[in-house]
């Protein structure tokens, strides 16, 4: 069953932080996680990252409303996370 209390969201601005990624999204409900991607070299953003909020009508407002949404002159997708695929082991 898929969980649309999740969301993923990219393009978002390389110098925006885990805290900014959250305030976006704070008036839309409440969230139990944050989470940007970061590139292990760099230290910067990888341009996208994973919102939790802990009902599935929020999530469902806020990526209907931020979806398209101009954030420091980039358009942010939001749509619902997809599990993982699983990958084969490595040895």
Known sequence: MEDKSNLYV?????????????NLFTSYGE????KLIMDRETG???WF????FANE???????????GFEVDGRQIR???AQPRPERPQRY
């Open 44 to 46: 910067r953003s990888r």
């Open 10 to 22: 990219s393009n978002f601005s390389w110098d925006k932080n885990e805290e900014d990624l959250k």
């Open 78 to 80: 939001v749509t619902i």
């Open 31 to 34: 969230i139990e996680s944050a």
């Open 49 to 52: 990252g994973f919102v939790k």
């Open 57 to 67: 009508a929020d999530a469902d407002r806020a990526m209907n409303e931020l979806n």
